[in-house]
């Protein structure tokens, strides 16, 4: 035999003996080369089989995530108990020797890592691996953009600081917002490849030995024998059946010659046989086609598993999909099946193993993303030779909307037991055939008195017959009617009630029952009229409110206009009301108001109306008036009435009441107009000096007009900069100096005339304008500290009167702070004076606020003293530092031995408490001694100075204390 390479004879005429030598050295080439390929294949087989391997596991503890899941889906489990189980569970999950799973949401943070605890609930972002990598952000961005994957990275084994490769897997668990991992370290793959690579070697190489030892022995006693049998196998492979084959020595090349004897007389045996089983074959396989046809177009799905741990999918048939909607894409059935239910199956399986017979089973399957669906499924174990169970086979079956129905009948079945609904079913000739619970309770009739008769039993008698008749037109043209209807109960009492009647029709569309569901509506007819009442009365006094006091005298004025008559509106307002309510309670001031309601309806017609429009303010409509001097006369028996002692919780009470008149048509010929008008009225009433009456008139009007010109006025005022403020100094009496002075504000409007304070200022306390004046003046004079303090002067205090309106916005704490920081002024140099009123509105929150103020630094003057609510707890209770006398005591003091008892006594007190007393209004040499006498410690007044701008206080300043320092030192 010749070797060629191309036309060249490379050898001639090699011997078979040669030719295995050549054969085998050709084989043990290819043998390493096959064996370096191998070792290849071996590694990246390794790799990636650990690989898969961490993958699958990963992808399992999703799945038993996804059980959980259904188990709060379901309602058995809350989801954090749910979360909390999955993760101890998690925390427990080890495979090999040192791998484990972890856990973190998509917020990048521990859920749960097994070997480190403490990093249970941390931030996780800052952590990077050995390249400078965020690493368990690099996770989260993996599973957010392709819901899992690999990751590789460099990372430290534990008990190790060197970072070596590592490989992790990854996957997101949507439904809790989680991200499951594990990972594997490279370098544990490379020494098991390392160990089976130089096992792998060590065989070949001691393979090739032998091989190549025997080959040469073997090769040279077999040429012969192996020639003359190559000869027999061709003509066997001819088809030569006769083929003579000669006796051999009883060598193995005997034995091959003996095999080709029995080889040649078994061929023919073998194909007949053959012929007949390929026959056999087509047969069968053209039955499991039919029987594959048959699956494919039935509603069931043939599916076999393993009896093992996780019962591996063995075969599924190929309508799977078609059926379930769904792929199975486990290949295991177990985590597929509702935990709930795994425990009955696996029960029943074991005792049909038992019993090697069908076991029926019902179950459900958690196919993707939807909720579980309901199986039933007629399963035969399979048993082994030592009757063991090993496989199952079974028959599958949605079962979901019949489970679904029985559901549904078995809810329609509570619910009409339960329902707080009374339900009654009748038949096509309307006799009674079935009622609820709930039909016994509202109407008293059991079951068995209605049986069999017609609903007409619960008529009350209210309703007409043609009512009945377009009920039953409704139901004949719509199928349904539903309505308010009055009906009789057992016990003969009509109640109100709510039905709805539907008609039951059959598949030809005709009517074979009724439906009727009614609820008894009497509470809610009753909490109708309760509500009507809550929003026409006043629910203090059960007069009429605002809302039917606009109705009921839009219809009077209506029936005046037809009548002719007049209409009169009263508008009443309880004087010093708020005082009883500040300082006696609320529950004493709402007893007080029913009390007035009460007199005033004993001073009016029963035709008349009286209303509550909210707090201490009434009306009166009076209509069919015959002339003013009946009003008038009304009028003051109202005020008399009033003014009639109350006794209220062991109190004895008086208040007077200010009431504005006014006259339609003759005032006004709309309402809106007359109800103004009697307000203004009223207010006139009471500048008259209160606990009078007074009718409307046209001046009235215009003095209206005025405050409202007045208002607009300060607007402007405060957009343009119209104010200035001027300065009055104090004196300390026991160093003759000048200590402090009083901020006062001053106002020249836009027409250059000079609006003084007692005209504005109470129009900016009503209109609300006094808060950002307030804060106006108050930045000023801060400004106007710095200034002071930068020029030079001594270290004065700074006097800001506060209204009660800016305590009660909130926000004065945080405007004097931020002042006091613009300017950098020292806070002791800075006073606020509030009046007695401030402190008896809302006791806490003053002294809240007035502590805040305390804390700054800030000192707090108390002004007008002994005009209000003057109280020794209140001086106690407050942080006072000085207490200002109203001027109204210093004006009489010289002539009035009350005045000066009372300045006595406030000196005294005020003194008792540490606090410094100031007497202002010193217009003269007189007052001055008497204040003098009893140790006021400062005084102010026009004696000293009026109010001047900045400019002139500080010449004034200058020029005053250099003459009371040089009259001291010439003293």
Not at 764 to 792: C, F, H, K
Not at 795 to 820: M, P, W, Y
Not at 878 to 886: A, E, G, Q
């Amino acid at each position: 035999m010749d070797f060629q390479y191309g036309d060249k004879i490379l050898f001639k005429h090699i011997t078979i003996h040669n030719r295995m030598l050549v054969m085998v050295g050709c084989a043990i080439i290819s043998l390493m080369f096959v064996g370096g390929f191998g070792l290849r294949e071996l590694h990246s087989n390794l790799m990636q089989d650990r690989k898969n391997k961490t993958q699958h596991l990963v992808q399992v503890v999703v799945s038993t995530l996804a059980a959980y899941q259904a188990q709060v889906v379901a309602g058995t489990l809350s989801l954090r108990d749910a979360q909390q189980q999955a993760a101890d569970m998690v925390a427990h999950m080890r495979y090999g020797q040192e791998n484990y799973f972890w856990i973190n949401d998509l917020n990048i943070k521990m859920v749960v890592h097994p070997l480190r605890p403490e990093l249970n609930g941390q931030d996780l972002s800052t952590i990077k691996d050995a390249n400078g990598v965020f690493l368990f952000t690099r996770f989260v961005d993996v599973v957010q953009r392709q819901g899992s994957g690999f990751v590789e990275y460099l990372w430290p084994k534990p008990g190790s600081i060197e970072a070596v490769p590592k490989i992790s897997y990854v996957e997101k668990f949507a439904p809790w917002g989680w991200m499951v991992g594990s990972g594997i370290y490279v370098d544990d793959v490379e020494h098991i490849f390392q160990d089976a690579a130089s096992a792998f070697m060590a065989v070949i190489l001691t393979a090739l030995l032998v091989v190549w030892a025997i080959s040469v022995k073997i090769g040279r006693s077999i040429t012969r024998p192996l020639f003359q049998t190559r000869q027999a196998m061709l003509r066997l492979a001819n088809g030569d059946l006769d083929v003579p084959l000669e006796d051999m020595d009883r060598s193995e090349l005997g034995d091959l010659s003996q095999a080709l004897r029995v080889f040649r007389d078994q061929f023919a045996i073998n194909e007949g046989l053959r012929l007949e089983r390929e026959e056999s074959l087509k047969q069968a396989a053209e039955k499991r086609e039919e029987l594959a046809r048959i699956i494919e177009i039935s509603h069931t799905v043939v599916l076999s598993w393993e009896n093992d741990e996780e019962w591996s999918l063995s075969y599924v048939s190929e309508n799977c999909y078609r059926i379930l909607q769904s792929g199975l894409k486990s290949l295991v059935l177990k985590p597929l099946v509702n935990p709930e239910d795994l425990p009955q199956m696996e029960a029943l399986l074991a005792a049909g193993g038992d019993a090697s017979r069908w076991v029926k089973l019902e179950f459900r399957l958690c196919l993707g993303s939807e909720e579980p669906r309901w199986f039933e499924c007629c399963v035969l174990p399979i048993k082994d030779d030592h009757a063991e169970v090993v496989q199952y086979h079974g028959v599958l079956h949605d079962i979901t909307e019949r489970r679904k129905g029985e559901h549904d009948l078995r809810l329609a079945q509570v619910l009409f037991r339960t329902t707080n609904e009374a339900l009654m079913i009748s038949s096509r000739d309307n006799k009674i055939e079935m009622v609820n619970p709930a039909f016994s309770r509202i109407t008293g009739y059991q079951l068995d008195e209605v049986l069999g008769k017609g609903p007409d039993l619960l008529q009350s008698g209210r309703h007409d017959a043609p009512f009945y008749t377009q009920m039953w037109h409704a139901l004949q043209q719509d199928g349904a009617w539903e309505g308010e209807i009055w009906n009789r109960r057992k016990s003969g009492e009509t109640y109100p009630e709510w039905l709805s009647i539907a008609t039951v029709t059959n598949d030809k569309g005709e009517t074979v029952q009724y439906v009727a569901a009614f609820s008894d509506i009497t509470k809610r007819k009753q909490a109708e009229e309760t509500i009507l009442h809550q929003a026409n009365y006043d629910f203090l006094t059960d007069l009429p409110n605002r809302n039917l006091f606009h109705d009921r005298l839009q219809t009077e004025l209506k029936r005046s206009q037809r009548s002719g008559q007049q209409v009169a509106l009263l508008f009443i307002d309880l004087d010093r009301f708020k005082f009883v309510n500040d300082t006696l309670g609320h529950n004493v001031g709402d007893q007080l108001l029913r009390e007035v309601a009460i007199r005033l309806g004993h001073c009016v017609r029963e035709s008349d109306t009286i209303a509550r429009l909210g707090g201490d303010e009434f009306t009166v409509i009076l209509p069919e008036l015959h002339g003013p001097e009946g009003v008038a006369r009304l009028a003051q028996g109202m005020i008399d009435k009033l003014e009639e002692r109350y006794c209220i919780q062991d109190h004895e009470l008086f208040i007077s009441a200010s009431i504005g008149i006014t006259i339609y048509p003759e005032d006004a010929d709309n309402m809106m107009d007359l109800v103004k008008n009697a307000d203004v009225a009223m207010y006139r009433a009471k500048e008259n000096g209160r606990g009078s009456f007074c009718f409307y008139t046209a001046e009235m009007n215009a003095d209206a007009r005025q405050l409202h010109k007045i208002e607009q006025a300060l607007r402007v005022a405060l957009e343009e900069g119209q104010f200035w403020i001027h300065y009055q100094p104090y004196v300390q009496q026991s160093s003759g100096l000048i200590t402090g002075v009083e901020a006062l504000i001053r106002w020249r409007n836009s027409a250059g005339e000079i609006v003084y304070p007692d005209q504005f200022i109470p129009v900016a306390e009503e209109t609300g304008l006094i808060v950002p004046i307030g804060l106006w003046v108050l930045r000023s004079v801060i400004g106007v500290i710095a200034q002071w303090q930068r020029e030079g002067h001594p270290d004065i205090t700074f006097s800001v009167n506060v209204s009660a309106r800016q305590f009660q916005e909130g926000h004065l704490v945080g405007q004097i702070k931020a002042a006091l920081q613009e300017n950098q002024i020292n806070p002791q140099s800075l006073m606020l004076e509030i009046t007695e009123s401030l402190m008896i509105r809302d006791p806490e929150h003053t002294l809240n606020m007035l502590k805040e103020i305390k804390a700054l630094g800030v000192r707090v003057a108390l002004d007008d003293f002994g005009t209000g609510y003057s109280s020794l707890g209140y001086l106690k209770q407050f942080p006072i530092d000085l207490l200002k006398i109203d001027r109204s005591f210093i004006n009489g003091i010289a002539n009035s031995q009350d005045d000066e008892t009372m300045v006595s006594a406030i000196v005294s007190m005020a003194h008792s408490l540490g606090v410094g007393v100031i007497g202002e209004g010193i217009e003269n040499d007189q007052q001055l001694q008497r204040v003098n006498l009893h140790a006021c410690d400062y005084v102010q007044g026009f004696f000293y100075s009026r109010p001047m701008p900045y400019d002139e206080l500080a010449l004034f300043f200058e020029g005053y204390q250099k003459s009371h320092l040089g009259l001291a030192e010439s003293e």
